[in-house]
């Protein structure tokens, strides 16, 4: 069965995240039960890792595993299937050895704020209208850089107990909406980046310090931490392979 690398990118708000579900829509649920139709044999698709649920992803990858005799224009197909919040961006052979997850170098997060309320921009934005202090939240910023336990800043248990993630990029963007979070690292632990981006606002309100984020990843306790934000302003936007 030849493989392909299919590129997408959707809006989460509708969903309860990548992951199939029995009794909850997912992306993976929604791709898998249309492909399998138009190639009228069970399809698995795996995708580059997992997003909560009301979590976007502007660039996301997928691999599957297709019946020889699937028809070429299939990926327009599956578009015109697929809800208007789920695009398939791009679709090709790959090698047999390629995998969405497992062969991806890096990724790359971006978190959305804006300080004067919007209804159009609702859905991938979280509405947070305090004054910060940028300057101090990306001094923060500064602590997180390098490879380093962020159990801190993991909800749950930690993926085969490894909790090291190698960060390489760490900023606050003022843009003409609000405020842009940018975070790309290796590999990251679930709601690591709503975690971190809890903890630097503390600091943008001036309830703990830049200089305490060091202690509080040094701890590798989920309670050091603040609380994480809510889901509708991040989205998964980089990936390298």
């Not at 500064?142 to 390489?168: D, M």
């Not at 900023?171 to 790309?184: A, D, H, N, S």
């Not at 990251?188 to 200089?211: C, D, P, Q």
């Not at 305490?212 to 990843?217: H, K, Q, R, S, V």
Request: proline share 6%; net charge neutral.
């Amino acid at each position: 069965m030849p493989r392909v690398r299919i590129d997408l990118s959707y809006d989460g708000t509708d969903f309860s995240g990548w992951q199939r579900q029995d009794n909850a829509p997912s992306v993976q649920g929604e791709i898998e039960t249309h492909l399998s139709r138009l190639c009228q044999a069970p399809i698995e698709v795996v995708g580059c890792g997992r997003t909560d649920a009301g979590v976007h992803a502007q660039r996301y990858c997928a691999h599957a595993d297709l019946p020889d005799k699937t028809p070429t224009d299939l990926a327009y197909r599956l578009n015109k299937l697929l809800p208007l919040s789920i695009a398939i961006q791009q679709w090709e052979p790959c090698a047999a050895d390629f995998h969405a997850r497992f062969s991806c170098l890096e990724r790359g997060y971006t978190y959305r704020m804006h300080q004067q309320k919007d209804p159009f921009l609702a859905r991938n934005s979280w509405y947070f209208p305090y004054e910060l202090n940028v300057r101090s939240m990306n001094e923060a910023c500064t602590h997180l850089i390098g490879k380093q336990s962020f159990a801190s800043f993991c909800k749950g248990e930690i993926p085969k107990g490894n909790p090291y993630c190698e960060v390489r990029e760490a900023q606050w963007i003022q843009t003409p909406q609000g405020l842009e979070f940018r975070m790309r690292a290796d590999r990251f632990l679930r709601n690591m980046v709503r975690a971190t981006v809890g903890t630097l606002l503390e600091v943008g309100m001036g309830k703990i310090s830049a200089a305490e984020l060091p202690a509080i990843l040094a701890r590798e306790q989920r309670s050091e931490a603040g609380n994480s934000v809510p889901p509708q302003g991040l989205s998964l936007s980089h990936l390298v392979y």
